[in-house]
C-alpha cells in the first residue's frame, strides 16, 4: 500500500506551506514544503499581502522550498499512491475544488487530477491526530495504519436528507408526545429577517423533530410547562440567538444550556455552522435555508424586477474616478466613467432566470458596432464621444450581420437559468437608488412563505442535528477535555 | 505544572449564558442628540481640514484614499522611522506618526482621526438604536480563541479607553434611562494579579499583598525613581509580562512618545525586569515546554487553545507562538474570572427578584456596565462588590475591583465598597 501523507500548515495568511510526506514499502520517507503556487490565491490569501510566486516572498522559507505544488501534483500522480491523506484546507483546494460541503465532510473523494488514488480529506481536527504517533504509524506499521483507516475514515456515501419531522398544533398531542418525560431536549427556532419569531422546533431523542408555529401560542405554552416540569438539559446551536426568540415565543426556559457551537469551539478546530458539523461528523446533507426559499424567493424577485422594467429610468450620472497612469503609482486626472442604465440591468436580470427575448436593445447595438470598428480599424479607443467620425464606417447591413453572428453567444450568455439566487444578484448590485425611490426595497421571501410540509422538514431537520451532534461532540471533547464526562 | 482551577470553563460559559442574553435584550440607552451634535461639529471640521489639505497639495486630494496619500508623501520625498522601506509604500498610522513633522501629513492623521470617529462610532450608533433609543449589541462567546466575549453589530468592544479624548466622546452619548444610574466595575489590575498568581512569583505577589503598586515597585527598580519613569514602567511590565522583545518594546516607547531609550536601554529593562521579578521567566520557560509537549496551551479554569505554529522551525513564529501561548493564559483565565462574576450576579439578580431594580447592560473591554434605580445604588453596588469579590476565592491574594456611578457613561465617578 502506497500513502501519501500532506497537510498544510497556516497560521495566518502568510505562513501557508505544504508538508508532505509519503511513504511505501519502496520510498524513503521525504519532507517537502511547498510555496502557494497554483492555488486559488484569493481563497487563500484573500488581502493580496503576499504574492507566492514572487521570490521576495518565497524567501520567507528559504532553506525549505523544494519545489512549487505544480511538481508536487506531478509527484503524486507519477508515484500512484493508493491513498493521498490531505489534511488541512489549503492542500484539499490545492488537489480538487470540491464543494465547500464535501471538503468539510471527510468523506473519501477521487480528485480529477489524480485519478489513481482515493483522497482521504482530513481537516485540522484529524490532523492532531495524524500528528506524531500516527504518522509513525504511517512510516513504520502500514498494516496497523490501513486498520486505523479502515476504522475512522468513513466510506464515501450517498448524503441522505432527514425527513422524519411532524408538526403539533394541538395542546392535546404535545402532552401525548410528551408524555414519558424527557432530560435531554434540542430546541431550535426559526425567524425572520426582521427577528419576529416563525416557529420553534424541539427534538427529545434525536429521531424525531417536532414543529410548533409561532401562532400555536397554547401549544408553546404547555411546553415551557413541560420544560420547567422535567428540567431538562437544554442543547441549543447558538444560545444566544434562540434564547431571545424562545423569549419572543413564550419559552423562559433558561437552564442547563448546552451550547453545541461553543462545544465546537471548544475542539478549536472543527467548524462552528450546524451544517457544516452535521455533515461532517454525522454525515447528513441538511436542506440549505437559501435552497429552501429559493423559489419563492425567485417569483417575489421576478414580479418586483418585472415592475421596475415598466419603469423609464434616467440615464446616471457621470462619476468621476481616480486612474493610475504608470508603473509608479502615480495618480493621473480624473476619469469619466458612465455606469450601466438601470433598465439595461435589469432587463439582464431578467433574461438570466427567465431567457433572452431575442430582441437587442441600445447597449448591445453600441457594443457591436464597437466590435465591428475594431475588427475593420484594428485599434482600441473607439468612444463614439471622443471619435464620431468613426461611427459613420459602420453601416446598417455590418451591423445586421454582425448582430445574426453574436446572437447565438448572446442566447446562450442569457439562456435563463431557475436556479439562479434573483435576491442575491440583486442584493450585490450597486447604483439601484432609484429603483429602491420607485418601488421600495426587493421583497424577501422567508419560511412564512414555502409550503409548510417543506418548512416542518427543514426545520425539524435542524431540531434532530441539534441533538445528535450534542452527544456526538461531547464524546469528541472527552477525549481532548477530560473534564467533559460530567457536564 | 500550570495552575489548575476546580471549577471547569465550560460549565463557566454555560452559567452566563443568560446574563449575557439579558445584556443582549436590554441594550443602553443612546444620547441620540449628542451624537448628531457631535456628527455636525466633525463634518465641519473634517471640511475645514479638507480645504487646508487641498491649499497644501494645490488640487484636491482625497486624504481618506491611502494610495493618493502614499503618492503624495513620495512625491514630498517624505521618509518614515516606521517604514521598512526608503519609500513610503502604506498611509497607515504607524508609517504616518513615524514621519518628521510636516504640517501635510499632521492634517491627514486628524483628518482620518476624526473620519474613523465619525464612521465607525458617531453615525453608526445612532443607526442602530430600536425604537426606544436602545442600542442592542449581538454579543459572542465563540467567536475569540481567548474565550473573551466579542460584539458585533456594532462592535462595542472597539470602543477607544476612556482616558483618551475621543473615547470620553463617545462615551458621554451612552446614558442610563430616567429614574436609572449606570453602575460600572471592574477589576483593577486583574491581568497582574492573574500573571503573579500563575507564576507565583515571590517579589510581585508580596507586593500585591501589601496593596503596593506593580508599576512603582517596577519603576523604582528598573530606573530608581518613583512616579518620574511610570510610564515606561507600565509598558515595560504589559510588555515583558507576554514576552516581547526589545525591538518591539523599542517600537512601543516611541508610539507613545517616550523616545528617550535605544533598543539596547529596552533589552537592559527586560532583563533587569526577569531580575526583579525571576518567576516570571520560569512560568514562560514552563509554558514554552508545556505547547512543545502538547501542541496546546490552556487557562487556570481548563480551557484550552491550540498552538500549532509552536512546531514551525522559524525562530519568529516560534517567539510569536509563545508570546501568544502567555498571553491566553493571563487574559483567557481574567476572561473567564469575568464570566464568573456575571453568571454570580445573575444568581443573585435572579434569587432576589431584582429584574426592576438592576439591568445589565453591556460588557466592554474588562468593564461590567449595569444601570440601577437611583434609589437602590448602595445596595446594587454592595451586589457587585459581592460577585466580583465571590468570583474567585481560591488564592490568598485577593482581587480588588473599581466601582463607578453616573448618569452618563462618560462621567462616572468613582463609587466606594
Not at chain 1, 457594443?367 to 475588427?375: A, D, H, L, V
Not at chain 2, 521618509?79 to 521598512?84: C, K, M
Not at chain 2, 502538547?294 to 519568529?316: C, D, F, M, T, V
Request: hydrophobic share 35%.
Amino acid at each position: 500500500m502506497k500513502i501519501a501523507y500532506i497537510e498544510d500548515f497556516r497560521h495566518s495568511y502568510a505562513d501557508l506551506c505544504f508538508f508532505g510526506y509519503t511513504s511505501d514499502v519502496m520510498i524513503n520517507f521525504k519532507n517537502v514544503i511547498l510555496p502557494l503556487a497554483g492555488l486559488n490565491v484569493f481563497k487563500l490569501n484573500p488581502f493580496h499581502l503576499w504574492n507566492f510566486k514572487s521570490p521576495q516572498d518565497r524567501e520567507l522559507y528559504p532553506n525549505q522550498i523544494k519545489a512549487g505544488f505544480k511538481q508536487l501534483k506531478s509527484m503524486l500522480k507519477r508515484k500512484q499512491f493508493d491513498y493521498i491523506i490531505a489534511a488541512g484546507k489549503g492542500i484539499n483546494i490545492a488537489l480538487e475544488s470540491p464543494e465547500p460541503l464535501i471538503m468539510q465532510s471527510g468523506i473519501p473523494y477521487i480528485s480529477k487530477h489524480l485519478p489513481d488514488s482515493l483522497i482521504l480529506p482530513t481537516f485540522p481536527g484529524n490532523k492532531w491526530q495524524f500528528s506524531d504517533k500516527i504518522l509513525l504509524q504511517v512510516f513504520k506499521d502500514y498494516t496497523n495504519f490501513g486498520e486505523y483507516i479502515k476504522f475512522n475514515i468513513r466510506k464515501p456515501t450517498i448524503p441522505g436528507e432527514i425527513d422524519n419531522s411532524i408538526e403539533i398544533s394541538k395542546v392535546e398531542d404535545l402532552k401525548d408526545y410528551l408524555n414519558k418525560g424527557f432530560d435531554h431536549i434540542a430546541i431550535d427556532t426559526e425567524f425572520d429577517e426582521n427577528k419576529v419569531p416563525f416557529s420553534l422546533q424541539f427534538s427529545i431523542n434525536g429521531i424525531k423533530g417536532v414543529f410548533i408555529h409561532a401562532d400555536s401560542t397554547k401549544v408553546l405554552t404547555e411546553l415551557n410547562h413541560q420544560l420547567h416540569k422535567n428540567n431538562p438539559k437544554l442543547i441549543i446551536h447558538h444560545s444566544l440567538v434562540d434564547l431571545p426568540m424562545m423569549e419572543k415565543l413564550g419559552i423562559d426556559y433558561n437552564k442547563n444550556i448546552k451550547d453545541t457551537m461553543l462545544m465546537a469551539a471548544y475542539q478549536g478546530n472543527i467548524p462552528k455552522g450546524l451544517k457544516a458539523l452535521a455533515y461532517r461528523l454525522l454525515n447528513i446533507k441538511m436542506l440549505n435555508y437559501n435552497e429552501v426559499v429559493r423559489t419563492v424567493q425567485n417569483k417575489l424577485a421576478i414580479e418586483y424586477l418585472n415592475k421596475l422594467s415598466e419603469i423609464e429610468f434616467p440615464n446616471l450620472p457621470e462619476q468621476m474616478i481616480y486612474k493610475k497612469i504608470d508603473k509608479n503609482d502615480i495618480w493621473e486626472h480624473l476619469a469619466p466613467y458612465r455606469p450601466q442604465n438601470l433598465n439595461t440591468r435589469i432587463n439582464k436580470l431578467i433574461w438570466k432566470y427567465s431567457g433572452y427575448p431575442g430582441e437587442y436593445i441600445e447597449k448591445d447595438i453600441y457594443e457591436i458596432q464597437k466590435k465591428i470598428i475594431r475588427k475593420k480599424l484594428n485599434i482600441r479607443s473607439v468612444q463614439k464621444k471622443r471619435f464620431p467620425q468613426l461611427w459613420k464606417l459602420v453601416s446598417d447591413e455590418d451591423t445586421l450581420k454582425e448582430f445574426d453572428e453574436q446572437k447565438q453567444t448572446i442566447l446562450e450568455k442569457y439562456s435563463g437559468d431557475l436556479e439562479i439566487d434573483l435576491a442575491y444578484k440583486w442584493k450585490i448590485m450597486d447604483n439601484k437608488d432609484q429603483a429602491i425611490e420607485a418601488l421600495g426595497e426587493m421583497p424577501i421571501a422567508s419560511l412564512k412563505h414555502v409550503d409548510r410540509k417543506l418548512a416542518v422538514k427543514y426545520s425539524g431537520t435542524d431540531a434532530i442535528v441539534t441533538y445528535k451532534i450534542y452527544f456526538f461532540l461531547k464524546q469528541l471533547l472527552n477525549n481532548y477535555y477530560r473534564g467533559f464526562k460530567n457536564c | 505544572m500550570l495552575k489548575q482551577s476546580k471549577l471547569f470553563f465550560a460549565d463557566i460559559d454555560s452559567a452566563c449564558i443568560p446574563f449575557i442574553n439579558e445584556m443582549h435584550k436590554n441594550g443602553i440607552l443612546i444620547d441620540k442628540e449628542h451624537f448628531k451634535k457631535i456628527e455636525i461639529q466633525l463634518l465641519n471640521k473634517l471640511s475645514k481640514i479638507q480645504i487646508k489639505i487641498d491649499k497644501y497639495c494645490g488640487h484636491h486630494i482625497n486624504p481618506a484614499s491611502s494610495d493618493q496619500v502614499v503618492a503624495k508623501l513620495n512625491e514630498y520625498n517624505l521618509t518614515s522611522v516606521n517604514s521598512e522601506t526608503d519609500q513610503i509604500t502604506s498611509a497607515d498610522h504607524d508609517t504616518l506618526s513615524g514621519i518628521d513633522s510636516n504640517e501635510f501629513v499632521e492634517l491627514v492623521i486628524k483628518y482620518k482621526q476624526i473620519d474613523k470617529l465619525l464612521s465607525t462610532y458617531i453615525t453608526k450608533y445612532p443607526a442602530l438604536i430600536d425604537e426606544n433609543n436602545f442600542l442592542h449589541t449581538e454579543y459572542s462567546q465563540a467567536r475569540v480563541e481567548t474565550g473573551r466575549l466579542s460584539s458585533a453589530r456594532p462592535n462595542l468592544q472597539n470602543i477607544p479607553s476612556g482616558k483618551t479624548e475621543e473615547g470620553k466622546l463617545i462615551r458621554y452619548g451612552f446614558i442610563a434611562e430616567p429614574g436609572f444610574d449606570l453602575l460600572q466595575r471592574d477589576y483593577s489590575a486583574q491581568e497582574i494579579y492573574w500573571t503573579a498568581i500563575l507564576s507565583g512569583d515571590p517579589t510581585m505577589l508580596n507586593v500585591l499583598l501589601s496593596g503596593g503598586d506593580i508599576h512603582d515597585n517596577t519603576e523604582m527598580k528598573i530606573f530608581g525613581t518613583c512616579k518620574k519613569h511610570r510610564k515606561p514602567s507600565k509598558m515595560i511590565n504589559f510588555g515583558v509580562m507576554y514576552g516581547i522583545s526589545k525591538y518591539a518594546l523599542h517600537r512601543k516607547f516611541i508610539t507613545e512618545g517616550v523616545t528617550q531609550f535605544s533598543q539596547n536601554d529596552c533589552q537592559t529593562f527586560i532583563d533587569e525586569f526577569y531580575n526583579a521579578y525571576p518567576l516570571i521567566r520560569t512560568y514562560i520557560r514552563m509554558i514554552e515546554q508545556f505547547i512543545k509537549r502538547y501542541g496546546y496551551i490552556q487557562n487556570y479554569y481548563g480551557h484550552r487553545r491550540r498552538i500549532p505554529e509552536i512546531k514551525l522551525k522559524s525562530k519568529r513564529s516560534h517567539a510569536s507562538a509563545l508570546r501568544k501561548a502567555v498571553n491566553y493564559t493571563i487574559q483567557s483565565t481574567s476572561a473567564f474570572q469575568m464570566k464568573l462574576a456575571m453568571s454570580a450576579l445573575y444568581d443573585l439578580i435572579n434569587s432576589d427578584c431584582l429584574y426592576d431594580i438592576l439591568k445589565p447592560r453591556m460588557q466592554v473591554h474588562d468593564e461590567l456596565i449595569l444601570s440601577c434605580r437611583s434609589s437602590e445604588i448602595e445596595h446594587c453596588n454592595q451586589i457587585l462588590v459581592n460577585a466580583f469579590k465571590n468570583a474567585c476565592t481560591d488564592f490568598e491574594l485577593k482581587f480588588k475591583s473599581e466601582g463607578k456611578a453616573g448618569k452618563r457613561w462618560g462621567t462616572l465617578k468613582t463609587l466606594g465598597d
